[in-house]
């Protein structure tokens, strides 16, 4: 197993992609700390947003807002794969399916879990600066760490969700543009119109471990607590895992 991860280490650090994910979950990240901070949001001309302590944590979980790009990069990992059409030597090397699944699967954990703490750095540094110039409630580094937990295990989460999509939808195109059209369309809708139910979808779930829902007009809004949203989160992640796992064993990739 060890050598598998190493090799899959090998891969990842053989292409431009992962450098450019990073730079892009970077800008992201910081784009929305941005407008968080410059931008009031329509209707909320009257309030000043920056004096509520809850929406200074909204800003410093902006780095979970990258989370879509280690969706992605688990994503083109695994569908990379069959695309490039070296599956096949991929499990002539390693036979044995499952443990190929879960290699990449730690392998993206583990990069995922550096990602993290690097835009978590970079988001709650740029925030505390920008804050300063403006009228707002003090920029807590106690409150920031209750946000990095969040962070780190998200997109350790996404990475690995990422990989078993991969796995599991093996054409990339369609791979990437479903889960794009779930993430930004489908999962948005249903938290709007069915707040609740939409609690326990994976962006839910990954708003409860963030503490907010991304939305500056209702930072108040109820979501699921910490605890449940991690549980929740997780058995998204081993349920999409374990399934990643059974097919591509019983697949024929010939």
């Given amino acids: 197993m060890i050598s598998l991860i190493r090799s899959e280490f090998r891969k990842v650090f053989s292409t431009k992609l992962l450098f450019i994910l990073i730079i892009s979950a970077v800008a992201f990240a910081l784009l929305q700390v941005f407008l968080l901070i410059f931008v009031t949001p329509p209707g909320l001309e009257e309030a000043n947003q920056l ?5 200074i ?74 804050l300063t110039t403006q009228e707002s409630a003090p920029f807590e580094w106690s409150g920031a760490f209750e946000i990095l937990g969040g962070t780190v295990l998200g997109l350790v989460l996404y990475g690995i969700l990422g990989v078993a999509i991969g796995s599991l939808i093996t054409s990339q195109v369609a791979a990437i543009i479903i889960s794009l059209v779930w993430v930004l369309i489908v999962e948005a809708l249903l938290s709007v119109f069915f707040a609740t139910f939409g609690n326990w979808l994976p962006g839910g779930a990954l708003n409860a471990i963030l503490q907010t829902n991304g939305n ?39």
């Fill in 51 to 55: 004096m509520n302590p809850q929406y």
């Fill in 57 to 130: 944590k909204t800003i410093t979980a902006s780095a979970g807002s990258a989370s879509i790009f280690l969706l992605i990069l688990g994503i083109v990992a695994m569908s990379g794969e069959y695309r490039n059409q070296t599956i096949t030597s991929t499990f002539l090397v390693a036979p044995v399916r499952w443990k190929v699944i879960v290699a990449k699967m730690a392998t993206f954990a583990i990069l995922a879990f550096f990602i993290a703490i690097l835009l978590w750095l970079i988001v709650s540094i740029t925030a505390m600066l920008l």
């Fill in 216 to 254: 500056p007009e209702a930072i108040d809004a109820d979501l699921l607590s910490v605890p449940v949203g991690a549980l929740v989160l997780i058995g998204y992640a081993a349920i999409f895992a374990v399934a990643a796992a059974f097919f591509t064993t019983k697949r024929d990739i010939t």
